[in-house]
T-cell receptor, first 114, second 113 residues
Framework: DGGITQSPKYLFRKEGQNVTLSCEQNLNHDAMYWYRQDPGQGLRLIYYSQIVNDFQKGDIAEGYSVSREKKESFPLTVTSAQKNPTAFYLC?????????????FGPGTRLLVL | AQTVTQSQPEMSVQEAETVTLSCTYDTSESDYYLFWYKQPPSRQMILVIRQEAYKQQNATENRFSVNFQKAAKSFSLKISDSQLGDAAMYFCAYRSDGNQFYFGTGTSLTVIP
């Protein structure tokens, strides 16, 4: 089955700890994105990547880092510098193809601080 | 940066009736895409419908249709014959020329049996 997978579904972080959220897609999509969703605030862009080994900051990149070593994978690390990481995190991908510019989403990861 | 505004935080509709969700956006681009996504309690984002700005014809997908007014920068979603399974958060989204997506804050739709 083609799609986007995110793991884990739930993640707990201790104070001062870095944690990494996984995002994998087998859709052969060029672009991948990370969003943060807080209640009443919709989706806010953290980072996005349009090709391998390249990525750009979104609106709320502080306290987060990413890598794009493979087309299929776009992991997000929540660092200890992110003081309020509790949120729902969504990964998405899209393809650069005329008539097919649509973003598809993974099932999400809920991050909670202990 | 582009902005997307959904002015209705909550809406309700009687089962089998029709409801319209509003969305406006701000942009200086001439070529772009607009989307409506549905997020049920499972929190999986599901594409409902999309519209290319260069197309004058409004998009339709079964019971879902849009009213796209390019000059007014308005993109409303109409749900006909509402069903209990339509209850969800609905997000309007804009895709820019640079392949960035911008989302509104969402409208929570309740369907009353």
């Amino acid at each position: 089955d083609g799609g986007i997978t995110q793991s884990p579904k739930y993640l707990f972080r201790k104070e001062g700890q870095n944690v990494t959220l996984s995002c994998e897609q087998n859709l052969n999509h060029d672009a991948m994105y990370w969003y943060r969703q807080d209640p009443g605030q919709g989706l806010r862009l953290i980072y996005y990547s349009q090709i391998v080994n390249d990525f750009q900051k979104g609106d709320i990149a502080e306290g987060y880092s990413v890598s794009r070593e493979k087309k299929e994978s776009f992991p997000l690390t929540v660092t200890s510098a992110q003081k309020n990481p509790t949120a729902f995190y969504l990964c998405a991908s899209s393809i650069f193809l005329a008539g097919a510019e649509t973003q598809y989403f993974g099932p999400g990861t809920r991050l909670l601080v202990l | 940066a582009q902005t997307v505004t959904q002015s209705q935080p909550e809406m309700s509709v009687q089962e089998a009736e029709t409801v319209t969700l509003s969305c406006t956006y701000d942009t200086s681009e001439s070529d772009y895409y607009l989307f409506w996504y549905k997020q049920p309690p499972s929190r999986q984002m599901i594409l409902v419908i999309r519209q290319e700005a260069y197309k004058q014809q409004n998009a339709t997908e079964n019971r879902f249709s849009v009213n796209f007014q390019k000059a007014a920068k308005s993109f409303s979603l109409k749900i006909s014959d509402s069903q209990l399974g339509d209850a969800a958060m609905y997000f309007c989204a804009y895709r820019s020329d640079g392949n960035q997506f911008y989302f509104g804050t969402g409208t929570s739709l309740t369907v009353i049996p």
